[in-house]
């Protein structure tokens, strides 16, 4: 997601926004009221990213978090008293008050909430889950965080990983990336590979990759691995991924193996910048040796680039 307020722009990566805008709305289809409370900005210590969300129905069911549990009660409480009022509030934490050191923020840090009652639920689930999922979609607060200012929210498309070659170490991936709420499309032509008990509940598509990608589509919010260890198989992904917006790119191989892959691709006319896009070998060099180890070099490695990314969007 990216978020805006009077006094900066703030890029934030959420991989659970659907969940969250998915239960707002079978919760509305059963009749109950809520409140959306979502972190509107931070500094130091604060446990959760600034666009994290948390949902108060008027029972008190809760899900989502917008701290690890040391400002969620404050929060609680002060949701009651929106659905009474019907107004937002915003709440701010910081460690120099004495709430701050009631709610959990003694170590340093500052937490600014706003708490408001959902109003267009059917409209605003329906701009946001319906559609083209590769597009970014905007909602704005009800409420002023500030004399004239609303919080804006773009929400980006869910994080979504294109894994090339059901190789060994696409197992763990596969697995790992599930983990962390990624969703996970596995391409090998190879149809022999193609096996539910290799690859249970995985998407998984035996075209040719490029082929495949076009289908799939790639936004800012794609992650591409290739680790057929086959040119034929891996470099038409990689060609399609250099010229994509796709935030991760990486490649299985040894460094030799990579230096033949980049006088290949340099010889098809992409440009060095292109070609420095690809991670390779792919995933940071913890010393992993076994599939899985590498496979959650991967993962890190590209949690490592996704985060960079959001950091450099605070301006």
């Given at each position: 997601?990216?978020?805006?307020?009077?006094?900066?722009?703030?890029?934030?990566?959420s991989?659970?926004?659907?969940?969250?805008w998915?239960?707002?709305?079978?919760?509305?289809?059963?009749?109950?009221?809520?409140?959306?409370?979502?972190?509107?900005?931070?500094?130091?210590?604060?446990?959760?990213?600034?666009g994290?969300?948390?949902?108060?129905?008027?029972?008190?069911?809760?899900?989502?978090?917008?701290?690890?549990?040391?400002?969620?009660?404050?929060?609680?409480?002060?949701?009651?008293?929106?659905?009474?009022?019907?107004?937002?509030?915003?709440?701010?934490?910081?460690?120099?008050?004495?709430?701050?050191?009631?709610?959990?923020?003694?170590?340093?840090?500052?937490?600014?909430?706003?708490?408001?009652?959902?109003?267009g639920?059917?409209?605003?689930?329906?701009?946001?889950?319906?559609?083209?999922?590769?597009?970014?979609?905007?909602?704005?607060?009800?409420?002023?965080?500030?004399?004239?200012?609303?919080?804006?929210?773009?929400?980006?498309?869910?994080?979504?990983?294109?894994v090339?070659?059901?190789?060994?170490?696409?197992?763990?991936l596969?697995?790992?990336?599930?983990?962390?709420?990624?969703?996970?499309?596995?391409?090998?032509?190879?149809?022999?590979?193609?096996?539910?008990?290799?690859?249970?509940?995985?998407?998984?598509?035996?075209?040719?990759?490029?082929?495949?990608i076009?289908?799939?589509?790639?936004?800012?919010?794609?992650?591409?691995?290739?680790?057929?260890?086959?040119?034929?198989?891996?470099?038409?992904?990689?060609?399609?991924?250099?010229?994509?917006?796709?935030?991760?790119?990486?490649?299985?191989?040894?460094?030799?193996?990579?230096?033949?892959?980049?006088?290949?691709?340099?010889?098809?006319?992409?440009?060095?910048?292109?070609?420095?896009?690809?991670?390779?070998?792919?995933?940071l060099?913890?010393?992993?040796?076994?599939?899985?180890?590498?496979?959650?070099?991967?993962?890190?490695?590209?949690?490592?680039?996704?985060r960079?990314?959001?950091?450099?969007?605070?301006?």
């Amino acid at each position: 997601m990216i978020f805006r307020n009077e006094f900066d722009t703030v890029r934030a990566m959420s991989t659970d926004w659907r969940h969250i805008w998915q239960t707002i709305r079978d919760w509305d289809a059963e009749g109950r009221k809520m409140v959306l409370a979502t972190v509107v900005k931070t500094w130091g210590s604060s446990p959760r990213p600034v666009g994290s969300h948390l949902i108060i129905d008027a029972d008190g069911h809760m899900e989502g978090s917008v701290s690890g549990g040391c400002v969620d009660g404050v929060v609680v409480t002060t949701a009651h008293d929106c659905l009474k009022s019907g107004k937002g509030e915003l709440l701010k934490f910081e460690v120099a008050t004495d709430q701050a050191w009631e709610v959990g923020l003694s170590c340093g840090g500052e937490v600014h909430i706003l708490v408001e009652p959902i109003t267009g639920i059917k409209e605003k689930a329906a701009t946001l889950l319906d559609g083209d999922p590769n597009i970014t979609r905007e909602l704005k607060s009800d409420t002023e965080i500030a004399p004239g200012k609303y919080f804006i929210h773009e929400y980006k498309p869910a994080l979504k990983m294109i894994v090339v070659g059901a190789v060994h170490i696409s197992q763990g991936l596969v697995s790992m990336a599930k983990t962390l709420g990624i969703d996970v499309t596995l391409i090998d032509p190879r149809t022999a590979y193609a096996s539910d008990e290799r690859f249970p509940g995985t998407t998984f598509l035996t075209d040719w990759p490029d082929e495949a990608i076009e289908k799939i589509g790639i936004n800012s919010s794609t992650a591409i691995v290739t680790l057929s260890h086959d040119p034929k198989i891996d470099d038409p992904a990689l060609e399609l991924a250099m010229r994509s917006d796709a935030f991760y790119i990486a490649a299985l191989g040894s460094r030799k193996t990579q230096q033949q892959r980049r006088i290949r691709l340099r010889d098809k006319g992409f440009s060095k910048a292109e070609i420095g896009r690809i991670h390779g070998p792919a995933g940071l060099d913890i010393g992993s040796l076994e599939p899985a180890e590498i496979a959650l070099s991967i993962l890190a490695e590209l949690v490592s680039v996704r985060r960079a990314e959001n950091i450099k969007g605070i301006a």
